[in-house]
């Protein structure tokens, strides 16, 4: 079982840098927003007087669409490790910022119905994985629900393969969480999204040059260079990037 890729501080720092820029970053389209958020309100039919939890939730690009769709009666719970990010959310009454590291939210008093953690998992070691699923089951209402979104084993995205190669080291197996799950006491269910996109090929290269993955964090400017011309090359006769984003979504009921 792998490792997260980065520490604390460097994952800390890399989403404080990119905050200002992130939702232009992230934000493929509307559409996918929409998309996203649906299958999300869809996963963990939630109810109006739900108290939800989006852990590591970022600028809260999709927490504020999912809001919209269920128009919750108790502030969303909106935990990120870096408060910049949680600038973007923390002047409407609708949220409840709380800027700190994961596994040590888990530990707080808290008590949810539902909790959304996307593209986040991999952060964590296994240890840390296995504390903060095993603190979440224990502060979650019963009947409540946890959504778990991460990518898959592999990627199609246009990166340089260096990027790709470091992407399929270190990318948590989730048959390895569903395992997780289910040993902490979740009745456990897996399902696969997809969504095609299709975005500009300088508008891609801006976001590699801006490290818009963590992932991308680990290499130095040189390293990013040399990853931007070898995207140039291999899609020298494209100006339009078309691939799927697909989706590993774990929900765990506990009943």
């Given at each position: 079982?792998?490792?997260?890729?980065?520490?604390?501080?460097?994952?800390?720092?890399?989403?404080?840098?990119?905050?200002?820029?992130?939702?232009?970053?992230?934000?493929?389209?509307?559409?996918?927003?929409?998309?996203?958020?649906?299958?999300?309100?869809?996963?963990?039919?939630?109810?109006?007087?739900?108290?939800?939890?989006?852990?590591?939730?970022?600028?809260?690009?999709?927490?504020?669409?999912?809001?919209?769709?269920?128009?919750?009666?108790?502030?969303?719970?909106?935990?990120?490790?870096?408060?910049?990010?949680?600038?973007?959310?923390?002047?409407?009454?609708d949220y409840k910022c709380v800027a700190m590291d994961a596994v040590e939210f888990s530990r707080q008093s808290y008590e949810y119905d539902k909790i959304?953690?996307?593209?986040?998992?991999?952060?964590?070691?296994?240890?840390?994985?296995?504390?903060?699923?095993?603190?979440?089951?224990?502060?979650?209402?019963?009947?409540?629900?946890?959504?778990?979104?991460?990518?898959?084993?592999?990627?199609?995205?246009?990166?340089?393969?260096?990027?790709?190669?470091?992407?399929?080291?270190?990318?948590?197996?989730?048959?390895?969480?569903?395992?997780?799950f289910n040993k902490t006491g979740f009745k456990t269910s897996v399902d696969f999204v997809e969504y095609p996109l299709s975005i500009p090929k300088n508008?891609?290269?801006?976001?590699?040059?801006?490290?818009?993955?963590?992932?991308?964090?680990?290499?130095?400017?040189?390293?990013?260079?040399?990853?931007?011309?070898?995207?140039?090359?291999?899609?020298?006769?494209?100006?339009?990037?078309?691939?799927?984003?697909?989706?590993?979504?774990?929900?765990?009921?506990?009943?």
């Amino acid at each position: 079982m792998q490792e997260s890729c980065q520490n604390k501080e460097q994952v800390q720092k890399h989403y404080q840098n990119i905050a200002v820029n992130f939702d232009e970053l992230w934000t493929y389209s509307q559409d996918f927003i929409i998309f996203i958020s649906e299958k999300i309100v869809k996963k963990l039919e939630f109810k109006s007087q739900d108290i939800f939890l989006d852990l590591g939730c970022g600028t809260g690009l999709f927490t504020k669409e999912i809001n919209n769709i269920v128009g919750f009666d108790n502030p969303v719970i909106c935990c990120d490790i870096s408060a910049n990010m949680l600038a973007q959310l923390s002047d409407n009454s609708d949220y409840k910022c709380v800027a700190m590291d994961a596994v040590e939210f888990s530990r707080q008093s808290y008590e949810y119905d539902k909790i959304l953690i996307k593209e986040m998992i991999h952060h964590l070691n296994v240890n840390e994985q296995e504390k903060l699923t095993e603190n979440i089951f224990a502060r979650l209402h019963l009947g409540g629900k946890f959504l778990l979104i991460l990518l898959p084993p592999t990627i199609e995205y246009p990166l340089f393969e260096a990027a790709l190669s470091r992407y399929e080291e270190l990318q948590p197996d989730y048959k390895y969480l569903v395992e997780l799950f289910n040993k902490t006491g979740f009745k456990t269910s897996v399902d696969f999204v997809e969504y095609p996109l299709s975005i500009p090929k300088n508008r891609y290269i801006m976001m590699v040059k801006n490290r818009y993955m963590s992932l991308l964090s680990s290499f130095d400017d040189n390293e990013i260079q040399e990853g931007v011309f070898e995207i140039e090359q291999k899609y020298s006769d494209k100006d339009i990037l078309e691939f799927n984003d697909r989706f590993v979504c774990i929900v765990g009921e506990k009943y």
